[in-house]
């Protein structure tokens, strides 16, 4: 069935194999002997512990080339799993912080957007998301610098580590990006509580809820978010992985779903939660069995959701 993934970080995307391969290209060693004992540190108890190794292994990523090969190796995959339309985030603060140029991250990705396109027809659109942990004077420096490129970039997002860092910091910061007429998203209620989702709406202004998993813990959130139509990009791999929830039996996506919430499948960081958009397609599939109904809704919901025009959709799909 074709597809749109809304919410997949590229920096997520880098593969045991690849970072190896870009590690030796540019003369560096990564802190781990091999990729079966990079594979074995994928053992997380929490959003942070993950951040920590996924900040840690895009150090290999230093020139454009660098970036195409990494959005290439995405987009083969993607499209083997039916998707034909990306949204994807990428975070340039990670990559500025070590003194990689905005432009180089910019030009690589594009360079394999452009080859995904011709190779296997699957569309994308770059999201720039800003990390929650820095300072908003950070992230308005991190805008500053974007601002030459900002007819190349999408969307803006918000990422990183939630806890303590509530939407409502960011308050200037999405003004401004609204105001260049960009659509904003932002990751909320993934281990944050429901009043971020809440602010991530009312203060930001976001069009979609990256996860949102834990609205069902306010009924009132959760039937606003149904009500209003508001999108969560669910990632169930990326949520058990992390321990949001113990067991994938647990997860909350069947209660979004009867709630009538406009609810995505993605897949996050899918190189390092265990799988692309279908492995995370199968995963809820052996936990629930939902009927066919429900994932052409899931599937349908995914290009409703999509930043993709109407005009734009008369020729996609
Ligand atoms: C992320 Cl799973 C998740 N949550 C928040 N920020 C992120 N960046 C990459 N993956
Ligand atoms: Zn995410």
Redesign the pocket.
Known sequence: MPKAELHV?I??TLEPGLAFALARRNGISLPYADEAALKAAYAFDS?QS??DL?YACADVLRTREDFRDLMLAYLERAAADGVIHAEI?F?PQTHTARGIPFRTVLEGLEDGLAEGARRWGIGGRLIL?FL?HLSEDECLAALDEAEPFIGRIHGFGL????RGHPPSKFARLFARCRALGKPVVA?AG??GPPAYITEALDILGARRI??GVRAVDDPAVLARLAREGVALTV?PL?NTR?CVFAEMSEHSLPQLLAAGARVTLNS??PA??GGYLNDNIRAVQAAFAFDAATWYRLARNSFEASFVTDAEKAGLI
């Open positions: 970080h920096e997520g959003l993950f951040l996924y985030f975070d998301c929650r990422d990183s580590s939630e990751h993934e281990e990256d996860h990632c990326s992390l996050d960081d390092y939660f």
